[in-house]
């Protein structure tokens, strides 16, 4: 979606996800329409209230440049890591707990993910023998069994670390949709305890690209993630979605490659019999009813 549709939605009061540098422009433009004019508070108000960011980082810094010091009441979703979150970007399993860590490794993602039937083909994993565009600098991962130094002898960029073959590879921005999935944790909610992006809707402004430290090349990326894996693995994050994400992706790539639905494992239909909410201290018992 282009700033014009962007733009639109904001003004009509939907929430819509995209690069920061287009949200960027369709703020900018709604401001530029409207901030010498007697609407602007009220405009103000209205995209701030609706407008919900999911940021994967701030690469082109429009956000700490443009969108914070202009439009600071917007809120944003947490992604990636942080309170539970779980982690599917480039390096993620450099810096996952021992618990978290076989979620990422060449065996269990062969097993899992990669070689189940035709989804499975098209998964990325690292040594694949693939590059999605020809000649891409930026794009070593099809490759195998070469250090930094000799990738970068052959002429790539080398901005993440090099791992073994089959390895999960990365997945981008997917960690910024997770928690608008209907898994019953309302992570986009205001109250909720946190979702499978980390925890709920804050309404603290996303801090922008000084949360990775100064980064002023790939090679300072690159030293940034090697350094972070070196550090040795941290405890698991409370809550941990990771074994439910991984696993529950696991699942739906078995869908994917079983003949009939009767012979899938598809979930169980939970339904809470009172109200959907529940205070506890300690422990409570929820009734429930399943299919």
Sequence with gaps: MGKRGVRRRHLEGHARWGGQSTIARALKSIQEQYS???????????????????????????????????????RTLPAGGGGGGVALGYGAQGTASVENAVYYSAGWTREN???????????????????????????????????TDQLKAKGYIVWTPPRPKGEFLGEGDTFTFLNLL????????????????????????????????????????LRLQERAAAAGRPPSPDPNF?????????????????????????????????????????????????Q
């Design 36 to 74: 010498a004019t007697p609407e602007w508070p009220a405009i103000y108000q209205k995209v701030s209230r609706k407008a919900i960011l999911s940021p994967s980082g701030d690469q082109d810094d429009t956000y700490a440049n443009y969108i914070k010091p202009n439009w600071p009441d917007i």
């Design 242 to 290: 990771t074994p439910a994400a991984q696993n529950g992706l696991a699942a739906r790539m078995r869908w994917s490659a079983t003949p009939t639905y009767a012979g899938a494992n598809h979930e169980p239909r939970v339904t809470i019999l009172r109200a959907r909410r529940f205070a506890c201290r300690g422990w409570c018992q929820i009734p429930t009813r399943t």
């Design 182 to 221: 209907d898994n019953g944790l309302v992570g986009y909610g205001v109250d909720s305890p946190g979702g499978w992006a980390g925890r709920g809707l804050s309404s603290s402004t996303f801090p922008g690209a000084g949360q990775f430290g100064a980064i002023h090349s790939y090679d300072d990326l």
């Design 113 to 147: 993910i990669s070689s189940l039937g035709p989804l499975g083909a098209l998964y990325r994993v690292w040594g694949d023998g693939k590059q999605m565009v020809k000649g891409d600098i930026f794009d070593y991962f099809g490759l195998s069994g070469f250090t």
